[in-house]
């Protein structure tokens, strides 16, 4: 075993956490008080130092709140460098305002693809349902929606990180987290290296498998549950016949979906998505051959797509899974995004809440002036997430039996309520009706 090595990353922050850092506009020259979304602040009076384990959305999120707060957080990430691509997301609810707090707004518009039809098709191509998105987006969401690729939002947030002074530190991978045993005692952090560091707060952001989750709650205190479907996704460096630029094109068969979108000039990616209860999603080096024998018999362009699959590009595969914890926090060290609330996809706010999550304990912790109020401060970010989370997470677990469905009837019953979305009062019916745009809006 390597020989351990601590090691208290301090003077470095005593420098300048005292208060807002007057390289990131946001804080410079401005009360706290003002910054947008933030309610009572006192400025951090002790070094209270804060390491982020996960550069994903969360960690991101909550790394760059606690700057533009005055904080000096580090950030480390066991992947050699920062991720891509990934698949489309529907982003709307919680963390369209956490973007606008973090000042991520017009990233959010630089980034919507520029859609301009859902189109399902049967097995033929032909259409079935074509309906505008903007009038979806206007009707159901308040206009508060935006459609993008996952890895695109996570190069906005770290470049949005970097400016503000945050670096994150990638190649480190975390292999033990010991929480502090007395109020006044770190949090011991030990790497693959051998290395340890003592850490005042210690933020788990490290995803459905995460490290940190595993030392610090006990088996009954967490939960996961397999929603039953199976996802592959993928990009490829073309365009596809028949498919327009504007257009997000799905083909639904009982159990199965295959859904296709331009990413940009001369790339298309790929969505699909089977309902396998039995299994099917984990990473396996005999994808092709699976991929053949659950979509091999459709046609339109799918066997252009499991041809293409070999030499494609941003290759993702997963399975539905929810995660459940019961608790967020243990003394100073705290679980965040899908370590602890993992929705799934099937509830479609998986990246929004993990940005609104970041943001939130990032502003509940710039309240703290001492080390011992850093849990009560973990305590208030629960309070405003939690039934959040749990309303999420059941919507996600509901959804389930209609993402995919095996039945004829559940297809038809999903197009007609997609047709009656665009239309003048029951788009913003249902956007109210499931909390995606404001009664007012």
Known sequence: ??????????????????????????????????????????????????????????????????????????????????RGGGYMIDFFGPGVDAAERLGLGPALERIHAPIERLVFV????????????????????????????????????????????????????????????????????????????????????????????????????????DLGHAVWTWILDRSLPGVRREDFVTLTAPGRMVAVYPVDEGRTAAFLVHRSPDGGGEPDAELPGTLHRRFGDLDWLVPELLAAFPSAVDRYTDRTVQVRARVWHRGRVALLGDACWC???????????????????AEELATVSDVADVPAALDRGRERLGPLVTRLADSGARTASWFVPEERWRMTVRDTTLRASAWPVVGPLLGRRFGLIRAAA
């Open 122 to 225: 049967d097995g033929s191509g032909r259409s079935r349902v074509a309906v505008g998105y903007p009038a979806l987006r206007r009707r159901v969401f308040g206009g508060r929606h935006h459609n993008f690729l996952r890895g695109d939002l996570e190069a906005e947030l770290y470049a949005a990180a970097r400016d503000a002074g945050v670096q994150p530190s990638h190649g480190r991978k975390v292999v033990g987290v010991q929480p502090s045993a007395a109020v006044g005692d770190p949090v011991v952090v030990r790497y693959a290296d051998g290395a340890e560091e003592e850490w005042d707060v210690v933020l788990g952001a490290d995803g459905v498998h995460s490290r940190v989750r595993s030392d610090l709650l006990e088996p009954d205190e967490w939960s996961t549950r």
């Open 1 to 82: 075993m390597p020989q351990s090595r601590r090691r208290r990353p301090t003077e470095h922050l005593r420098q300048d956490v005292r208060g807002p850092d007057p390289r990131w506009p946001a804080a410079a020259g401005r009360d706290p008080a003002d910054l947008p979304g933030v309610g009572e602040f006192v400025p951090w009076g002790v070094a209270v130092r804060v390491l982020v384990v996960g550069a994903g959305i969360a960690g991101l999120s909550a790394a760059l709140r606690l700057r533009q707060l005055g904080g000096s957080p580090t950030v480390v990430e066991a992947a050699p460098g920062p």
């Open 343 to 361: 929705v799934s996809l099937l509830a479609g706010q998986g990246a929004s809440l993990a940005l609104a999550g970041g943001a939130t304990v």
